[in-house]
DNA sequence: TTGTAGGCGTTATCAG
DNA sequence: CTGATAACGCCTACAA
C-alpha cells in the first residue's frame, strides 16, 4: 500500500507537505503541488480513510436508529435524512432494532466508542433516560418529541394531526370508531396519545376496541375481523395504509366503515380512504440539520390530511 | 477520553494485557482480567473503533451502491443484504447514486481509501470496465449477470421471468403489447434484455410501443396516454408496480388491457394486475453472502410468476 | 512556505 | 502467561 511516506520519499518533499496538498490546504507552492500530484497518480496513491478517521477523532458518518427497515414510514424517515446527509457529504448506517432493548443498546455502545460521529433517533427501544445516559459521548437528535431542554429533536405534530381526524370522523357522524396501533400503550408514547386524544375527543370511544400490535397488511385483515364482531363500530383510524388496505380486504364482501389512515401512500389512492401525512421525510431532513448545526431547538413538522370520502 | 493506556497505568499492567482482555484473547490470568474489567468500568473506558479500525485495517462496513432510495425494487434488495449484515455483525451503507457517474465514481473512491471493507453494486451507471478497475481494492460483489469469470455476482433470471411474462400474454391472445422501462436500452442492460426478448418471442411487438424513463406513478398516467392512442395495444408489460399502478389511473374510464408488472407490491394484488416477483431480497442476501465467503460464484435466484385475472 | 516530531488509540510481534 | 516496542497511516503544532 502506498502511504505518504512514500510519495514524500520519491518527491523529496516531507510528509506535512503531502498532507497539506492532500487537504487542499493553501501555502504550498505550486511547483511542488504539481510535482506531488503526478507522483501521486503514478503510484496510484490513496489517502487511506481509516487513518484520517483515527487522526481527525471523527468519520462524517451518522447512525440512524430505525425500528424496522421495512416500514413506509420510516423509509420516508430515512429517506429524508439520507438526502441531506448526502448533500453535506455524509454518510448514514441504518440502524435496525426491532424494537430490541439489546440491539439498540449494542448500538449505544457503539456510539459511544465513536463509530458514529452522531445518532438519530427515529424511534426508542429503551427508557429516555437509558438513551440520554450516552449524551455525553455526542450528539444524540431524536424524531419524536422529547421534553428535555437541550435535547434536539424534530417532531411530528401528532396532536393535531389525531385531532384534525376527530373531527372528520365526527363530521360523518362516526363516535364509535376502531383502532389499530402498533405497539401497545405501556410501552408507546404514540399510541398512549393517540389513545388518550381519543378518549377526549370521543365520549364513545371504548378500549375494547383497540387492536394492537399490528404492522402489517395480514395484521390489518385480523383487525377487521374483530371489527366486524363489534357491529356498533362505524368508523376505523389505522396507523398504516398498508394496514388499512388489509382492514378493507378482511372486510370483503362487507363495505367498511369510514377509514383513516397514517402514511398517505399510493394505495389509500386507489382504495379511497382518507389519511395523515405526517411528512415523516422533512421530519428526517430536520433532524440531519439539527446535528449538523449542533442546535439543539425542537422542530415541529405540520401534517397534512388528505380527505378522501 | 480514557485509553487503553490510561488503563495500563491505573492497574500496572501493560496495554497488551489490556488489548488481550479487550478481544477476548486466551492467556490473561482470571486475576487480572478481572481488576482490569473494574478499571475499565470505573473509569467508564471505551474502546475506540477508529483507533481500531485503523489499526485490523478493517471497519466491518460495507457499502451498497444504489440508483434510487426510494424505489421498491431497491429497498427488498437492501433490505436483504441489511439482513444477513445485520447476523454477521456488519454495518451497511447505503450509497444512492440517481445513476449518476460522478457520484458513484466518488464512492468508488471512497471505496479505494478503505472506506468500506466490500462493496455490493446492485445496478451501475459507468460501464463495467471502469468499476472493475477498482477490484484491486477490495471485494466487489454484483447484484446482477456479470460474465466476466472471478466476478462474483448474485443476479435475477430476467430472462426466465421475461419468458413467463411473454407467454402469459400469449396465452391470453396478447401479441400487440406496449413496454415501459426505467433507462433506454443504451444505457440498461435490462432494458435491452427485455426489448430482446420482446421481439423474439411477439413477432408483431413493435419499438413505437416501448415508454421509456418511467419511474413513478405519474410516468406510469402518461405512459397511458400514449398507449390508448394505439389501439392495437392489447397487453401492457410494465417496469414496476407503482408505473403498473399509474397505468391504471390513466386509463381511467376504459378498461385497460391485460398488464403484467415486476415488483409484487400489495397494491398489484388490489388492482388485480399479474406481477413477477424477482425476489430482490434474496439476490441482496446471497450478495452479502458472496462478500462474508468471499468466493467469486455467480448465483441466480429464482422468480415467482403471480397471474391476476 | 516548509520540515520535524509527536500524537491519534489500538493491535501485533516477539522475546522472556 | 506477560510486557516492550513497533507498527497502522495521517494530521498538526511548532519551529525554522
Do not use: W
Request: glycine share 6%; with cysteine; net charge neutral.
Amino acid at each position: 500500500m502506498v502511504t505518504i511516506r512514500e510519495i514524500a520519499q520519491k518527491t523529496g518533499y516531507s510528509t506535512s507537505t503531502i498532507s497539506r496538498v492532500l487537504n487542499h490546504h493553501p501555502y504550498v507552492s505550486a511547483e511542488k503541488r504539481a510535482k506531488i500530484l503526478q507522483v501521486m497518480a503514478e503510484l496510484d496513491y490513496r489517502p487511506n480513510q481509516l487513518a484520517q478517521n483515527l487522526s481527525r477523532g471523527a468519520s462524517r458518518n451518522i447512525g440512524v436508529i430505525i425500528p424496522y427497515v421495512d416500514n413506509p414510514f420510516f423509509e420516508k424517515m430515512t429517506n429524508g435524512i439520507m438526502a441531506r446527509a448526502f448533500e453535506f457529504g455524509y454518510k448514514v448506517t441504518l440502524l435496525p432494532t426491532n424494537y430490541n432493548k439489546q440491539v439498540e443498546l449494542a448500538y449505544l455502545e457503539e456510539f459511544s466508542a465513536k463509530a458514529y460521529d452522531g445518532l438519530i433517533i427515529t424511534s426508542k427501544a429503551n427508557p429516555l433516560k437509558t438513551i440520554l445516559a450516552y449524551e455525553k459521548y455526542g450528539p444524540l437528535i431524536f424524531c419524536e418529541y422529547v421534553a428535555e431542554a437541550n435535547v434536539p429533536c424534530a417532531y411530528l405534530d401528532r396532536s393535531a394531526a389525531l385531532l384534525q381526524a376527530f373531527s372528520y370522523f365526527k363530521d360523518h357522524h362516526c363516535h364509535q370508531i376502531g383502532i389499530t396501533v402498533g405497539r401497545s400503550e405501556q410501552i408507546s408514547p404514540s399510541t398512549q396519545l393517540t389513545l388518550k386524544i381519543a378518549q377526549q375527543e370521543l365520549p364513545h370511544f371504548k378500549l375494547t376496541h383497540v387492536v394492537r400490535d399490528c404492522t402489517t397488511e395480514q395484521d390489518g385483515q385480523q383487525a377487521a375481523k374483530y371489527f366486524q364482531q363489534q357491529p356498533e363500530i362505524n368508523g376505523i383510524l389505522a396507523n398504516g395504509d398498508e394496514i388499512a388496505a388489509g382492514i378493507i380486504e378482511g372486510y370483503s364482501a362487507k363495505k367498511p366503515p369510514l377509514i383513516v389512515s397514517q402514511d398517505n401512500l399510493l394505495i389509500g389512492k386507489f382504495l379511497h380512504f382518507s389519511s395523515i401525512d405526517q411528512h415523516p421525510e422533512q421530519c428526517g431532513q430536520q433532524a440531519f440539520d439539527l446535528f449538523k448545526q449542533g442546535r439543539q431547538n425542537k422542530v415541529m413538522i405540520p401534517h397534512k390530511f388528505i380527505a378522501r370520502s
